[in-house]
Antibody, heavy 123, light 108 residues
């Protein structure tokens, strides 16, 4: 059974840092691309970041570029999101999601999602 | 603002057919995927690619695309289809992914 379990969310002040983790099981992690997607309270989905299966290619949304860093440890079956210089507008549930052919014209998609972890940035 | 535009809300009578649309320039080059999200739950994919349904998704869900518009059609909507629906694709630059703003579907 494919499972993605996020952790690391919490309440912190603006300007702070936080590292989210996503532990996966039930599939060969190093064969799949991964992304983080967030959802502010009562709002829609927002793609945050992407990392290739080998960890060599990363992309970021403009809203987090330069502040967030995505990484993965294929030996530990884990995905990470280092978030620095946090702002109130970063408050959201953060989901990790497994990607399938995301950068092809075929029409990539996210086939499995975690349950999300809540990050609240507030003074 | 999103590069993919969806109507905020759509309603459909039980058993009728409804189409949810997603507009954006990037859809001329890339297919969209569609996600269903119910309150308090993570999204699930219902359509991807030209018109592909993951296993477990009822065949009343279908997808299509024309020009800059992708569409999700639910033929014979059921009460359990009431949810938020999001389209997703690459943006015009090709180096970012983007979600539409979402459509809240109400089944009357």
């Amino acid at each position: 059974e494919v499972q993605l379990v996020e952790s690391g969310g919490g309440l912190l002040q603006p300007g702070g840092s936080l590292r989210l983790s996503c532990a996966v099981s039930g599939f060969t992690f190093n064969s799949y691309e991964m992304s983080w997607v967030r959802q502010a309270p009562g709002k829609g989905l927002e793609w945050v970041s992407y990392i290739s299966s080998g960890g060599n290619t990363m992309y970021y949304a403009d809203s987090v570029e330069g502040r967030f860093t995505i990484s993965r440890d294929n030996a530990k079956n884990s995905l990470y999101l280092q978030m620095n210089s946090l702002r109130a507008e970063d408050t959201a549930v953060y989901y990790c999601a497994r990607g399938i052919q995301l950068w092809t014209t075929f029409g990539g998609y996210f086939d499995y999602w975690g349950q999300g972890t809540l990050v609240t940035v507030s003074s | 603002s999103s590069e993919l535009t969806q109507d905020p809300a759509v309603s459909v009578a039980l058993g009728q057919t409804v189409r949810i649309t997603c507009q954006g320039d990037s859809l001329r080059s890339y297919y969209a995927s569609w996600y269903q999200q119910k309150p308090g739950q993570a999204p699930i994919v219902v359509i991807y690619g030209k018109n592909n349904r993951p296993s477990g998704i009822p065949d009343r869900f279908s997808g299509s695309s024309s020009g800059n518009t992708a569409s999700l059609t639910i033929s014979g909507a059921q009460a359990e289809d009431e949810a938020d629906y999001y389209c997703n694709s690459r943006d015009s630059s090709g180096n970012h992914l983007v979600f539409g703003g979402g459509t809240k579907l109400t089944v009357l």
